[in-house]
C-alpha cells in the first residue's frame, strides 16, 4: 500500500482556553480529492494552516509529503501550493507581476519561470488580462489567479481554503473543472468548503463539527452509514406546490423523524409504517398534486444527521470508513545501516535544490519596487514630507530671542532719556512697540500681553545723571515665558552694565590716574577677555537644529515605512501566504527592508542638499564618512520599524508604537534640550535611545569636522543599538502566524 500524501494523527491547536481542533485523524492519497467540510469556525482553516506549517499543533502530529508539519515545515512549503480563503495575492500588482513574483519566490530560474507562467496561464485561462491589475479582477478571476499563483512551482498538493466562496455558479464550475483537470494529472488537492454539491465531486470527504472531526469517507460510504438511515426507517422526496409552506406540517406528523427543504421539494426521513400516502393525507392534499420517490441520502442529510448527532453528545462509530493508519517500517537501530528519509516516496519529482538562507530576497525586492511604484503616496512620504519637515521646522524653531515687544513709560522726556531708549532699541533684542503717557495704560500693555517688557523711565533721570548721583530705571518683565524672559532680563542687565562703564570710563579721560589704559593711552578696564566662537560665530539655531532635524526626520519615515508596510501586509494575508512559501526569514525581512533602506538614502541625501543650500549649513568634515554612518543609523531605524511590525497586529497598533518610539527621541536625544542638563536617571536612560548617538555624529562632522577617532563612541553607541534592534527584531518574526 503506498504511503499516504497527509496523515493527521491526534491533531489539536488550542488558543488560550478555546480549543479550535480537537484530536483529529485522517489520511488523505495521493491524486485524490479530498474536501473537509464544516460551518464556519468549526476548525478547516486551522486545519489548513497546521498542515502549511504556518500554525504550530498543540498536541498531536500531522505529515505532508512524508514530512513532519511541526518540524520540517520549510521541507513541506517546498512542494505545495496554498490558496488562502481570501484573495491574498497582491492587489497592486498585475497578474503578471503576481504570478512572476511567486515564480521567483520558488526559486524559478528564468527558463524554467517562462515555461510555468505560459502552462498555467494555458491552464487557467488568464492570459488576456495578464497587464490588468490584480486588484480589479471580477471574483472568478480573482480566484483563477490565486489557482495559477499556487500552481507556479507545479506542488504536489494544493491547498485550498474555500476556494469558492464568494464566487457566481458559472465561475465555481469553471474552477472545479480545473480542480479535475489537475487531479487527473496526479496533484493532490485538499479542499475545504461548506457547499454539499462541492462535497458531492470530492473523491473522499471529512466532516468538523465544533473543532471534532465526525466522520472521514468516500461519500458513497457515508451515505451508507447506518445512522444516516437507520433500521426501520426510509428516505423520500416529497415534490409539492409551495413546498416551505407544508413544512411544519410534516414535522408535526408522528413518525416523520426529520422534513427538510432541499431546493423545491423536501426530503423527508421517517418509519417504514409512515408511507407516502399517509403524509400526503396528514398535508390535505390531492394525490395529484403531490409526487413522492423512494430516495437515498445526500451528503446534506448526511451532515445534518451528524451534526445533530453531535448536539446531542451522541459518537457515532464508523471503524468500516474511516481508513486506518499505515504501520511505519521497522527501522534499524544499527547506526551503520544508513536511515531513508521519511519523504522518499515522494521524491519522484524532485521541484528544487534546497533553497539558501536568503531564498526569496530578490523575488521581494523587486515586488517591494513594484508596490513603491505604484504607490505615489509611499513616494511623497518618503522624499516630499521630509523635506517640507526640514524646511517648516529649520525656519520655525530658532533660539535667538529677539524683537521682544516692549512698552515705554517716559516720565523724563529730556536727551539722557531717549538715549536710553536708543540704547534698548539699538540691542535688537527689544522692540518699543509703544510708548505710553499714563500708568494705566503702562499696566495695561503688560497685562494685556501687547508688550512682553515694560520700562519706566523716572522724572529726575536726566537731573541725577547730570549730578552724578545713582539713577534707577525700572524694567517689568512678563515671566510666563521663561526663554523670553531670560533673554530680556541678561539683556536689560548687560545695557545697564554697558550704559554704566561708558559713563565711568568718559569721567576717568579727565582724571590724572585711571585703573588702566589701552595700547592707545585711551582709559580701559584692568582686565580684558577675549572670546571667539568657534563653528557657529553667528549663532544662528539652523547650525544647530537643522542637522538634528536630519537625523530625526530620517527615523520618523524610515520607522513608519518599514512598519506600515509589513503590517498592511499581515492585514490583508499577503503575508500568510508568503509564509506558507519556501521564502526563508532573512530572505523575506531583507527583501521588504532592502528597497526602503536605497528610498532612506536616497532622503537622507536630498535632507542634506536642503540642508547645505538652502539653510547655508556647511558640511565641515569627511562627507564620505558621514554618509557611511547615515547607512548604519538607517539599519538602525529600519530595525525599529520591523520590531513595531512584529508587536503589531494592525495598522493602528503599529502607529501608537511608533509614536511611542518617536516622542522620546525628540525629547530626550538632544535634539531639543541638552542632556548633560537632565536629571541623572533620564541622562542614563538617553543613551538608549539610538538617535543619540547619530545626533552627536551629525553635529559633530557637520559642525565640527571631527573624524572617525573623534566620533568613535557615537558609533559604537549606534553599531551596538543597530546590532541589538535587529536581532531583537529577527527573533520576534516568525513565519508562522502563532
Known amino acids: 500500500m503506498t504511503q499516504p500524501v497527509i496523515e493527521v494523527d491526534g491533531l489539536t491547536r488550542r488558543f488560550g482556553t478555546f480549543t479550535a481542533v480537537r484530536d483529529v485523524r485522517f489520511q488523505v492519497e495521493r491524486g485524490s480529492i479530498f474536501g473537509l467540510l464544516g460551518p464556519n469556525g468549526s476548525g478547516k482553516s486551522t486545519i489548513i494552516r497546521m498542515l502549511c506549517g504556518v500554525l504550530s499543533p498543540s498536541d498531536g502530529r500531522a505529515s505532508v509529503l512524508g514530512f513532519d508539519a511541526a518540524t520540517e515545515a520549510e521541507q513541506i512549503k517546498r512542494r505545495i501550493g496554498y490558496m488562502s480563503q481570501k484573495f491574498s495575492l497582491y492587489t497592486d500588482l498585475s497578474v503578471r507581476e503576481n504570478l512572476h513574483f511567486y515564480g521567483r519566490i520558488y526559486g524559478l530560474d528564468p527558463i524554467r519561470l517562462q515555461r510555468r507562467f505560459d502552462d498555467v496561464v494555458e491552464l487557467t485561462g488568464i492570459g488576456d488580462r495578464l497587464d490588468q491589475l490584480a486588484g480589479t479582477l471580477s471574483g472568478g478571476w480573482k480566484q483563477r489567479l490565486a489557482l495559477a499563483g499556487s500552481l507556479i512551482h507545479e506542488p504536489d498538493v494544493i491547498f485550498l481554503d474555500e476556494p469558492t466562496a464568494g464566487i457566481d455558479p458559472v465561475a465555481r464550475r469553471q474552477l472545479w473543472d480545473l480542480l479535475f483537470e489537475l487531479s487527473g494529472k496526479g496533484v493532490t488537492l485538499f479542499v475545504t468548503t461548506h457547499y454539499m454539491d462541492e462535497a458531492e465531486r470530492c473523491t473522499d470527504v471529512g466532516y468538523i463539527y465544533n473543532s471534532r472531526l465526525l466522520v472521514c469517507g468516500k461519500p458513497d460510504e457515508l451515505k451508507q452509514l447506518p445512522d444516516v438511515t437507520p433500521t426501520g426507517t426510509q428516505r423520500w422526496e416529497l415534490e409539492v406546490n409551495h413546498p416551505a409552506t407544508h413544512l411544519q406540517q410534516l414535522r408535526s406528523l408522528e413518525g416523520v423523524r426529520d422534513a427538510t427543504l432541499f431546493g423545491q421539494t423536501i426530503h423527508v426521513l421517517s418509519d417504514d409504517a409512515t408511507s407516502p400516502p399517509t403524509m400526503i393525507d396528514h398535508l390535505g392534499l390531492p394525490p395529484s398534486e403531490v409526487e413522492a420517490r423512494s430516495i437515498t441520502p445526500s451528503l446534506e442529510d448526511v451532515f445534518v444527521t451528524l451534526s445533530r448527532a453531535a448536539e446531542r453528545g451522541e459518537i457515532i462509530e464508523q471503524p468500516a470508513v474511516s481508513p486506518e493508519p499505515v504501520p511505519a517500517e521497522p527501522v534499524a537501530d544499527d547506526d551503520s545501516v544508513p536511515k531513508a528519509s521519511p519523504a522518499k516516496a515522494f521524491d519522484e519529482r524532485p521541484l528544487q535544490k534546497k533553497r539558501g538562507t536568503f531564498a526569496g530576497f530578490a523575488a521581494v525586492f523587486l515586488k517591494e519596487f513594484s508596490h513603491i511604484r505604484r504607490e505615489p503616496a509611499t513616494l511623497f512620504f518618503a522624499f516630499v514630507v521630509p523635506v517640507m519637515q526640514t524646511i517648516v521646522f529649520g525656519i520655525a524653531i530658532n533660539t535667538e530671542i529677539e524683537d521682544i515687544p516692549t512698552v515705554v513709560f517716559d516720565l523724563d522726556g529730556r536727551s539722557h532719556a531717549r538715549e536710553l531708549k536708543d540704547a534698548f532699541r539699538n540691542t535688537n533684542t527689544f522692540t518699543i512697540v509703544e510708548r505710553v503717557l499714563n500708568e494705566e495704560a503702562f499696566d495695561r500693555a503688560l497685562t494685556s500681553g501687547r508688550a512682553k517688557v515694560g520700562v519706566r523711565i523716572p522724572a529726575d533721570y536726566s537731573d541725577r545723571l547730570l549730578a552724578g548721583q545713582q539713577t534707577q530705571v525700572q524694567v517689568l518683565i512678563d515671566g510666563s515665558d521663561s526663554q523670553v524672559a531670560t533673554t530680556a532680563l541678561n539683556t536689560a542687565n548687560l545695557l545697564a552694565m554697558n550704559l554704566s562703564i561708558g559713563r565711568a570710563k568718559a569721567l576717568a579721560d579727565t582724571m590724572p590716574v585711571v585703573p588702566a589704559r589701552d595700547e592707545?593711552?585711551?582709559?580701559?578696564?584692568?582686565?580684558?577677555?577675549?572670546?571667539?566662537?568657534?563653528?557657529?560665530?553667528?549663532?544662528?539655531?539652523?547650525?544647530?537644529?537643522?542637522?538634528?532635524?536630519?537625523?530625526?526626520?530620517?527615523?520618523?519615515?524610515?520607522?513608519?515605512?518599514?512598519?506600515?508596510?509589513?503590517?498592511?501586509?499581515?492585514?490583508?494575508g499577503t503575508l500568510e501566504q508568503l509564509f506558507v512559501t519556501p521564502v526563508s526569514r532573512a530572505g523575506l525581512l531583507l527583501g521588504k527592508l532592502a528597497p526602503y533602506a536605497l528610498l532612506a538614502f536616497g532622503e537622507t541625501l536630498i535632507v542634506m542638499n536642503v540642508m547645505v543650500f538652502l539653510f547655508d549649513v556647511p558640511i565641515r568634515g569627511d562627507i564620505g564618512l558621514l554618509l557611511m554612518l547615515s547607512f548604519l543609523f538607517l539599519l538602525c531605524a529600519l530595525g525599529l520599524g520591523l520590531f513595531v511590525s512584529t508587536i503589531s497586529k494592525t495598522q493602528l497598533q503599529a502607529f501608537q508604537f511608533a509614536f511611542i518610539i518617536m516622542l522620546p527621541s525628540v525629547l530626550l536625544s538632544g535634539f531639543m534640550f541638552p542632556r548633560s542638563q537632565m536629571p541623572g536617571p533620564i541622562y542614563i536612560a538617553t543613551f538608549a535611545i539610538p538617535v543619540t548617538y547619530y545626533l552627536e555624529i551629525l553635529r559633530a562632522i557637520v559642525l565640527r569636522g571631527a573624524d572617525l577617532i573623534d566620533v568613535l563612541p557615537s558609533v559604537l553607541g549606534l553599531g551596538i543599538s543597530t546590532v541589538l534592534i535587529l536581532a531583537l527584531s529577527l527573533m520576534r518574526f516568525r513565519k508562522q502566524l502563532a
Open 520 to 572: 592707545t593711552g585711551a582709559t580701559a578696564l584692568p582686565i580684558q577677555i577675549r572670546t571667539r566662537l568657534l563653528y557657529n560665530p553667528n549663532l544662528e539655531s539652523s547650525h544647530f537644529f537643522v542637522p538634528g532635524l536630519v537625523g530625526i526626520i530620517l527615523q520618523l519615515v524610515t520607522l513608519f515605512l518599514t512598519a506600515f508596510a509589513i503590517v498592511r501586509e499581515r492585514e490583508l
